[in-house]
Every structure is written in structure tokens, then in C-alpha cells.
């Protein structure tokens, strides 16, 4: 027989330990449990270096208090610590570290536009908490089969969602190519998160000349600061600058205004 091994991550621990025995009864099932994105990050980890992966992931919609609306960010590790990391969020660093996981995200209530980015970041599948537990072993079932699970009443909305969200994608890359190379690489160090000193160190320029870059990409780009020129960014898919060289600043923005 075929087992089929189940992560289950959420922060209200009598829910994953109720679901997790549940799930354990099935006779094809192995299941554990985590309480918080930096947790099943190190499941996972743990789980792939003794060389048996999770097969799938369940996880809490709410993990970690995610603000609706925020754009999904793919976990960061510092040192040998994960940040804190909402549930959207794992989604989105699971399937860029593992991409053979498969994720259904668990919901209180169905919300088109947060499962639009939930299957933007990776999800295979958004399920509602209080279905059955036939339902939801029919669903992991199917995304081993790369099948794709929704309600039918959020099919609509979530098909709206994400047509939207590709029409902003597209003309946000429109924009990002209209810069110069080296306005590319000035905007790659803003999606990092680096202060104008650090970018200048980090490029070897001087801050008065980064300054009049970050300024041309924010005009080139239509926005007015340095958090919406990096969430336009973001939407075209322009990737943080690696971090690997110079000490970043932490210091983005300070009011609205370039710092």
C-alpha cells in the first residue's frame, strides 16, 4: 500500500491535533502536525534530509495572522531561524523549495480573493474547515493527482481574481521594461529592501547619483514611493538583489520619501 504523508499546519492546536488524528485513522494516511510556519518549515527540512518527504500540506488560511490583500512573500531564513511566516506565505517558500509538495489551504470562510493568491503562490486546493473528512481526503487525494480543488461557488470570483491580478502583472512588466539595466538592478536592490547608502555601496555609485536612479524609477513607473514602485515590482516578478554582498540598510522609506 501506497502511504500518503500529511503535514498539518495551524496555530489553533486542539483543530491540528483533532485533524491529525483523524486523518491518522485512514489506513493509507501518516500524518504529524505543526503549529506555526517557522515549525513546518523545519518539518519539511528535517522530513527531505532523512529522505521522507511530506506528500502534502495542509494549511491554516490564518497562519500567523495574515493581513487579507498582502502579497504573498516567499519565507526568508536568517541564520538558522525562519521568520515568521503567515500562511500564504508558506505556500509560496514550500513550493519554491520543494515544488513536488502539494498544498491545500484550510479556510474559516470562503474569500475569492485570498484563495486567488493562495493559488498564485502554489496551492493546489482551498477547502473549508467544517467540510467532512471524506471531502477532505477526496482533495488530497486528488492534488496527488495534480488536480486542482476550489468550491463552485468560489470558482467565479477566483477566476475573476486572478484574470485581474494577470492584466496589473502584464502592464507592471510593461513599465519594469521600460527602465535602463542599471535602473533594473537600483529597483532589484529597493524589492531587498536596501536604503539609498546601501545601494550605493552595494553598486559602487554615489548616493547622489542612486538617488537620481531610485528617483527616474519612480517616475518611469508612474508611483509616487519606494513601497509602491517595490509592490509594482513584485507584480512583474522583479526579484530582490542578492543580499550576499554589502550590509543592507534598513531604512526604505521615511514617510513617503525616499530615504
Known sequence: MVRIRVLVVDD?????????????????????????????????????????????LLVD???????????????????????????????????????????????????????????GAGASGWVAKDCSLSRLLNVIRGVLRDETHLPPALLTGVLRELT???????????????????EREVLRCMVAGLGRKAVAERLYLSPHTVRTHMQNVLGKLGVHSTLAAVALARRAGVGPADLAGPSAGDVVERGGQLA
Do not use: M, N, W
Open 61 to 119: 488560511a490564518d497562519l500567523g495572522g495574515h493581513v487579507p490583500g498582502a502579497r504573498p512573500a516567499v519565507p526568508v531564513r536568517e541564520g538558522d531561524e525562519y521568520g515568521l511566516v503567515d500562511g500564504i506565505s508558506l505556500v509560496a517558500g514550500v513550493r519554491s523549495g520543494q515544488p513536488g509538495v502539494r498544498i491545500v489551504v484550510l479556510a474559516e470562510k470562503d474569500d475569492p480573493r485570498r484563495a486567488a493568491l493562495a493559488l
Open 12 to 56: 489553533h492546536r486542539i483543530f491540528a491535533e483533532s485533524l491529525a488524528a483523524a486523518l491518522a485513522a485512514e489506513p493509507d494516511v501518516d500524518v504529524s502536525a505543526a503549529g506555526s510556519g517557522p515549525a513546518a518549515l523545519r518539518c519539511l527540512e528535517r522530513a527531505a534530509s532523512e529522505g521522507r518527504r511530506f506528500d502534502v
Open 164 to 182: 485581474a491580478a494577470r492584466k496589473h502583472r502584464t502592464e507592471s512588466e510593461v513599465l519594469v521594461e521600460s527602465l535602463t539595466p542599471r
